[in-house]
Structure formats: C-alpha cells, structure tokens
C-alpha cells in the first residue's frame, strides 16, 4: 500500500470529501507511475481519480463494524510517536 493513503474508516468524525480525493489521487498517482500526468494523459487520470473517489465513498458509508469509532488526534499522535521512534526527533 502506498505509505501516503491513510485508512479512512470508522473515524469519528467521518472521512471528508477531500480525504477520500486525496486518497484517490495518490492511488492513481501510484498505479499510473505519473506525479502530473501530460496534456494527453489528463482525462483519463481525472476520470480514474472521479472513479475512485466514487467507489471509495461507497465502500466507506456500506462498511459496518462493531469497534468504537478511532479518534483522528490519537491516532495522529501514535503516527508521530512511530516516527520519533524510527527517525528521530
């Protein structure tokens, strides 16, 4: 999995919009290999990114779990503290 895609489900509160865009894009940016792709690529990537987004936000509000809803400053905070472990400061 991309290190950048950050898991988006059952946080409190949910995933945003622009999360889920933000996921897709660095999905299709992954797959397709391209950071910007050209002029003759763009709508095809746009698409896919549309696609994605799509499918995603579905999968999102159709998944059902019995856990406690994550709580996103928490979680952020035990993302630093592995990477102070890890990297330093």
Known sequence: MCRNIKPLYNFEPHATNDEIMAAATQFVRKI?????????????????????AHAS??????????????????EAAKAHARAVKRFGN
Request: no cysteine; aromatic share 6%.
């Open 32 to 52: 397709s290999g391209f950071q910007k792709p050209s002029a003759a690529n763009e709508a095809a990537f746009n698409k896919a990114i549309g696609e994605i």
């Open 57 to 74: 936000h579905h999968l999102l509000e159709d998944l059902v779990t019995q856990a406690a809803p994550r709580n996103r400053e928490i």
